[in-house]
């Protein structure tokens, strides 16, 4: 399968993962939702090894056990950012700065990119300038979903994207024929960081623990498992600055369930910051 079709199978993946893991997120917490939906994703990438099989050399090893920890800390603040934010808002704004990073990288290292994808990179600026406007006369109730992002929500955003932006460059640096062994070393690594993260936090106990929001994490955890098995493969298939960008549309599955799900408003001006991140996103990946 060429790389370009599943980088795009990969952003569908994350797109509607995004979503029932932000409902997990908000029913059970951020670093809950991580571990639950990272103990299904391995198990699925385990299965994902027997068709895509690869060399475990020590670098698919190393730079797995590398993106493993990124991915525990990029997650949660994703998911933490999005329990107490905008869907629609914060996903294309993490998009845009997310491919910004590998592009980055693989510029400094030398890989060249046309004047699109230089455009790109400059909408993707202005995209995130759109996206901070609020909805006129619009509160900060907790009810209006579609106002401006708290700057705590900002923050961890930015976190995550940086942060799994640097997981992706490790994945990047794995061997073209570890097929998806790295992306198990990933998880499995996740799943340890977040196990331990998780026992120095307060748990519930088995009468108040919401089965229904670790379902609906353990479901979003094999969708994330599709994104990062694809992503992988996709790296392997094609440059890190393409894939990464086109793994970046992500938004356009999110914003539209994160609207029936959530019931999100957003105004016309951030609207077009969103259509802007898409394109941004697009044009970086055409080039």
Known sequence: MPGVLLALVSA???GVSDVYGAVAARRIGAV???LASYC???LVIALGTLFFPGNWSMEAVTFGAIAGVATALGFTAFYAAFAIGPVVILAPLIAVLYAV?????????GEDLPTIAWVGVGLGIVAVLALSVAIPGETERAEHRGARPRPIALVLAVVSALVNGGGSIALDYAPKDSGLSSALIDSAVAVIVLALVFAFIRRPSVGELDRRGVAIALGSGVLVAVGNGSFV????RSSLA???????LYP?????????VFRERVSPVQWCGVGIA????AMMGAG
Do not use: D, E, K
């Open 12 to 14: 569908l993946g994350f």
């Open 32 to 34: 809950a939702t991580c």
């Open 40 to 42: 299904s994703g391995v």
């Open 101 to 109: 990073v590998p592009v980055g990288w693989a510029l400094a290292r």
């Open 233 to 236: 493969l996709a790296l392997q």
């Open 242 to 248: 393409l894939v990464a960008v086109l793994v970046s």
């Open 252 to 260: 356009l599955a999110t914003i539209l369930l994160a609207r029936i």
């Open 278 to 281: 898409v394109v941004a996103a």
